[in-house]
């Protein structure tokens, strides 16, 4: 066996978690084609080979314009429990024993579905997940950062009613022109109600999103935050503090944040320390789960097997399990 074939046999036997994972993003072409059907919601698509041609973007907002379209065939109850526990499968192929997704509420709302039947939905296949499969999970409810903060006060407070089931909200959608300091004071209410924060930020923002993040929204962790090695000062910060940055490789490629794999600069932010990981983002999209994330990653970085298991020791470090699981799982990785 070679040192490649080596990595990517422990990437696939190891434990591993993932925690930048939107659920919408997991809608794969043939349930969405199955979706349209059953709820008989068009799509601009007439065949699945057709969905799957359409996946060219060319940045952020040419990946969300398809995002939101797609997510239009989820209207029942029955359709986000079937997206999620489609997306638990997968979790469990991958061997991901714990996974921390997000949801976007306010793009389905806006469609006149309730919110009870968005989060029982996919409360109940996490629910049967960590019972059928032991796969554990927390759910992390985004705001769409290109709406105003009125709309997302209003989701606020309807996730309010859900606070068993909800730890944490985070800030997804069009990063550029949607800063961080627009959010002040949700983020301000949102955590006076307890929740836990986390933001996209420096995916293909500047670093100041990146700061303000820290600074203004308190975040726990920064999603994606590739853009941060443009400043000296905030690479400091960040290695000192240990913040948590869940890079998703497959989708810089696909949003052409890098140009090709090779290029990507994941093994820089390693080798500065940072506390880095790898996750899978919106897959159906991307064109590819957590493993393949990783092993396509290692290759293109010339990873070293200890590389790897850096960054699968940060995601369980950097989840919101309790520190005894999290030590649990760790020792059992070495
Ligand atoms: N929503 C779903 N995927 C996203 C991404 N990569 N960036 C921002 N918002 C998103
Ligand atoms: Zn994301």
């Known amino acids: 066996m070679n040192s490649f074939d080596g990595i990517t046999e422990f990437i696939k036997k190891t434990p591993k978690t993932e925690l930048h994972l939107h659920i919408e993003g997991s809608l794969e ?5 199955k979706l349209s059907k059953r709820n008989k919601v068009e799509i601009p698509f007439r065949s699945v080979e057709e969905i799957k041609s359409a996946y060219n973007f060319t940045n952020l907002d040419s990946f969300l314009k398809i995002y939101y379209a797609g997510s239009n065939v989820l209207i029942n109850e029955e359709d986000f429990f079937d997206l999620t526990w489609e997306y638990i499968l997968r979790c469990k192929e991958n061997n991901i024993v714990h996974t921390e997704i997000f949801f976007d509420p306010q793009s389905h709302l806006v469609r006149g579905i309730s919110f009870d039947k968005i989060i029982n939905g996919i409360d109940k296949a996490l629910i049967k997940a960590e019972k059928e499969l032991k796969i554990t999970s927390k759910i992390i409810m985004c705001f769409l950062r290109h709406l105003d ?3 997302c006060f209003d989701v606020l407070k309807q996730a309010c009613n859900y606070k068993d089931k909800i ?3 985070g800030l997804d959608s069009s990063e550029k022109g949607n800063p961080p300091k627009k959010f002040k004071s949700l983020f301000e209410k949102a955590i006076q109600e307890g929740f836990i924060t986390v933001a996209h930020a420096g995916e293909e923002g500047p670093p100041e999103y990146i700061w303000d993040s820290l ?3 308190k975040v726990k962790r920064i999603d994606h935050g590739v853009q941060c090695l443009k400043d000296e000062k905030l690479i400091n910060k960040l290695k000192q503090d240990q913040i948590p ?3 998703c490789p497959l989708s810089n490629i696909k949003l052409c944040v890098f140009n090709k794999l090779e290029n990507h600069n994941l ?3 390693l080798d500065k320390g940072l506390r880095v990981m790898v996750n899978s983002d919106d897959p159906a999209y991307f064109g590819g789960y957590l493993n393949k994330n990783l092993i396509d990653t290692s290759k293109a970085l010339n990873l070293e ?9 940060n995601s369980f470090k950097s989840s919101f399990l309790d520190e005894k699981t999290k030590n649990e799982w760790l020792n059992k990785i070495n």
């Open 29 to 33: 072409p043939e349930l969405m084609f």
């Open 149 to 151: 903060e009125d709309s």
């Open 167 to 169: 730890i944490g909200v």
């Open 215 to 217: 600074n203004l929204l």
């Open 245 to 247: 940055l869940t890079v």
């Open 267 to 269: 093994k820089k932010m």
């Open 305 to 313: 097997l200890n590389d790897v298991k850096i960054l699968i020791e």
